[in-house]
């Protein structure tokens, strides 16, 4: 038997107890496509190292631009968060405006209100 958005509920539904169980399972479909997207650790991790990028930029910023240097491995944790990860905007920091890969993959370019912000690697 389908369901909406494509589920199909299991056998257990044409036993004895299946219509109550099958209430239930729809509860529980519902519940966890309505609830907000949670970051896993590696994404929460991506999203502080942004949100750190954006405190700092602005301490070296100029002419409208700053260049921020991470380390190897926080630059890829901020491009798995990104890039790889289909991370929600909703879940990126409030002031990126737009961002995209630069410098032949080897820099992010982070766009906000004021600012045009490289994060690079060092």
Not at 55 to 81: C, I, K, Q, R, S
Request: net charge neutral.
């Amino acid at each position: 038997m389908n369901v909406s958005r494509g589920f199909e509920l299991p056998s257990l539904q044409r036993q004895h107890n299946g219509t109550r169980f099958a209430i239930c399972w729809l509860r529980l479909i519902a519940h966890q496509h309505n609830r907000a997207v949670d970051a896993n650790l590696h994404q929460q991790q991506g999203i502080n190292h942004l949100q750190k990028v954006l405190n700092y930029a602005p301490m070296v910023a100029a002419n409208g631009e700053a260049t921020v240097h991470l380390t190897v491995e926080d630059w890829h944790v901020v491009a798995d968060t990104l890039f790889r990860m289909e991370t929600p905007a909703s879940l990126l920091p409030a002031a990126v405006m737009d961002y995209r890969l630069a410098a032949d993959r080897r820099a992010i370019e982070l766009d906000t209100a004021g600012l045009k912000i490289s994060i690079e690697m060092f």
